[in-house]
């Protein structure tokens, strides 16, 4: 049973454009919506977070858009760069001390 | 970085004998977690700790125990390893029940 649902599996996306990662959650009691990194090697880290009181937030080119009602939330890369080749997780938490994955997206970005 | 260390971080074994993997942290945050990657279901959650000798169990619990007798320290075991259980083992810790996770780098275990 996957509580956090991600798509798209893998996203091709040129140089400079807009790549556009969304997760689906099913718990309402989940109230923090961190979104993770992952380099090849490495573990991940964390890149950016939402919580529910906001529908947006923005850090640099990374953008969280959270729609409650709907139960969804979106990881927006502007202007991506071929450094942001990496796996992004969505993930979520909420009255447990639990942090659930999503499947997880595997993004090239090419010159 | 976190101060995390993940030992071994890469290790071949056969079907039936016990594993313990060590995650160590330099960083006296609270909470500990084992997750382990696999393509195609992303980073679930084995086992958590939320505190020295207080652990609890994840997502996908079956065939692992942990023990954690100092705030440092978290281990896995895996008593009998069977090959469902190859699989990329990563650690994380976190100050907070709902903060940042910080990972360690990983340890990939293979069971021929």
């Known amino acids: 049973q996957q509580q956090v649902k991600q798509s798209p599996q893998s996203l091709i996306v040129q140089k400079g454009g807009i790549s556009i990662i969304n997760c689906a959650y099913e718990?309402?009691?989940?109230?923090?919506f961190p979104w993770y990194q992952q380099f090849p090697g490495k573990g991940p880290a964390l890149l950016i977070a939402i919580r529910p009181d906001v529908s947006e937030k923005k850090e640099g080119r990374f953008t969280i858009s959270f729609n409650k009602s709907a139960k969804q939330f979106s990881l927006h890369i502007m202007d991506s760069q071929p450094g942001d080749s990496a796996t992004y997780f969505c993930?979520?938490?909420?009255?447990?001390?639990?942090?659930?994955f999503g499947t997880g997206t595997r993004l090239q970005v090419f010159p | 970085d976190a101060g995390i260390t993940q030992s071994p971080r890469h290790k071949v074994t056969e079907t039936g004998t016990p594993v313990t993997l060590r995650c160590h942290q330099t960083?006296?945050?609270?909470?500990m977690y084992w997750y382990r990657q696999d393509p195609g279901h992303g980073l679930r959650l084995i086992h958590y700790?939320?505190?020295?000798?207080?652990?609890d169990k994840g997502e996908v619990s079956d065939g692992y125990s942990v023990s954690r007798s100092k705030t440092e320290d978290f281990l896995l075991t895996l008593e009998s390893a069977t090959s469902s259980q190859t699989s990329v083992y990563f650690c994380?810790?976190?100050?907070?029940?709902?903060?940042?996770?910080?990972f360690g780098e990983g340890s990939r275990l293979t069971v021929l």
């Open positions: 700790s939320y505190g020295v000798k207080d652990t």
């Open positions: 993930a979520a938490s909420g009255d447990t001390d639990k942090l659930i």
């Open positions: 718990n309402t009691a989940f109230d923090y």
């Open positions: 994380a810790i976190s100050e907070l029940a709902t903060g940042e996770l910080f």
């Open positions: 960083e006296n945050h609270r909470y």
